[in-house]
Antibody, heavy 119, light 106 residues
Framework: EVQLVDSGGGFIQPGRSLILSCRAS????????MTWVRQAPGKGLEWVGF??????????EFAAPVKGRFTISRDDSKSVAYLQMNSLKTEDTGMYYC??????????WGQGTLVTVSS | DIQMTQSPSTLSASVGDTVTITCRAS??????LAWYQQRPGKAPNLLIY???SLESGVPSRFSGSGSGTEFILTISSLQPDDFATYFC????????FGQGTKVEIK
């Protein structure tokens, strides 16, 4: 069974850093691009960024609101993707989901991990 | 950036009804479009990809159509589990989501 488990969220002050993890099982992790999507409370879905699989270069891409502050990495040996969030702002508050992509979105998504940025 | 616009924002319907949700892209995305269902407090669930391909395990009452800039999600014979929020998503260039359509009980 394909499963993604998101973790690492919490309450954090503006300007601080946080690392989220996405642990995968049930599929060949190294073959997939791994993507992060967030959802502010009561709002819609917003693409955050992704990291390509090694065969496609292993490089990340980011949405404009987080570019320069967030980084994404992956450890294919552990089947884990990471979202490092620096210089956090109150507008980064929301549920963060990881998901996978192979020439298009693939289910399922992780259950999400909540990040609250507040002083 | 490619913008996605869904309509309506809210839709009131009854069990057994057939409902349609429209999604428009700001430029052609060919058939690179997906639809998701999200229930309160849960992660989105992929229903349709490549505009009209049904994800494994999704009931056949869900169907998608369209290409280019205009797309439709149709839910036939609405079931109690179907009252939820639906999002379209383009994946031609990175990902962009529509703002969502809430399907509520009339």
């Amino acid at each position: 069974e394909v499963q993604l488990v998101d973790s690492g969220g919490g309450f954090i002050q503006p300007g601080r850093s946080l690392i989220l993890s996405c642990r995968a099982s049930g599929f060949t992790f190294a073959d997939y691009t791994m993507t992060w999507v967030r959802q502010a409370p009561g709002k819609g879905l917003e693409w955050v960024g992704f990291i390509r699989n090694k065969a496609d270069g292993g490089t990340p891409e980011f949405a404009a609101p987080v570019k320069g502050r967030f980084t994404i990495s992956r450890d294919d040996s552990k089947s884990v993707a990471y979202l490092q969030m620096n210089s956090l702002k109150t507008e980064d508050t929301g549920m963060y989901y990881c998901t996978r992509d192979s020439s298009g979105p693939r289910g399922p998504w992780g259950q999400g991990t909540l990040v609250t940025v507040s002083s | 950036d490619i913008q996605m616009t869904q309509s309506p924002s809210t839709l009131s319907a009854s069990v057994g009804d057939t409902v349609t949700i429209t999604c428009r892209a700001s430029q052609s995305i060919n058939s690179w479009l997906a639809w998701y269902q999200q229930r309160p407090g849960k992660a989105p669930n992929l229903l349709i990809y490549k505009a009209s391909s049904l994800e494994s395990g999704v009931p056949s009452r869900f169907s998608g159509s369209g290409s280019g800039t205009e797309f439709i999600l149709t839910i036939s014979s609405l079931q109690p589990d179907d009252f939820a929020t639906y999002f379209c998503q383009q994946y031609k260039t990175y990902w962009t989501f529509g703002q969502g359509t809430k399907v509520e009980i009339k």
